[in-house]
């Protein structure tokens, strides 16, 4: 069992930036691929990035793709989303997850096994 909690979320304007962090208990950290994902009031959940057990491979929605940075500390059992050039379309609730191997749809939520319960981030204009 693995409970992951996100932190970082808040009100900033656009053009700013956010770092979010998710925090996982247990010592098996380093074998979970971790992603996050975002869902916006009356949408559904959509895939923002997702990273490898070693860190070595990542992976982006197009929305986010130069915008948003995925990376692990496995040391300290953490995965952060720092988020820059932030837009009001970017304000959503962003849950983190975490995936046991196989791994072959990054980007599918049905390939997450955890879930964080989430953390709001919202853009103003």
């Known amino acids: 069992q693995v409970q992951l909690v996100e932190s970082g979320g808040g009100l900033v304007q656009a053009g700013g930036s956010l770092r979010l962090s998710c925090v996982a208990s247990?010592?098996?950290?380093?074998?979970?691929?971790m992603g996050w994902f975002r869902q916006a009031p009356g949408k559904e959940r959509e895939f923002v990035t997702a990273?490898?057990?070693?860190?070595?491979?990542?992976y982006y929605a197009d929305s986010v793709k130069g915008r948003f940075t995925i990376s692990r500390d496995n040391a300290k059992n953490t995965v952060y989303l720092q988020m820059n050039s932030l837009k009001p379309e970017d304000t959503a609730v962003y849950y983190c997850?975490?995936?046991?191997?196989?791994?072959?749809?990054?980007?599918?939520?049905?390939?997450?096994?955890?879930w964080g319960q989430g953390t709001q981030v919202t853009v103003s204009s």
């Open positions: 247990g010592r098996t950290f380093s074998s979970y691929a």
């Open positions: 990273i490898s057990w070693s860190g070595g491979s990542t």
């Open positions: 997850a975490a995936a046991r191997s196989p791994w072959p749809r990054p980007s599918n939520t049905y390939e997450y096994n955890y």
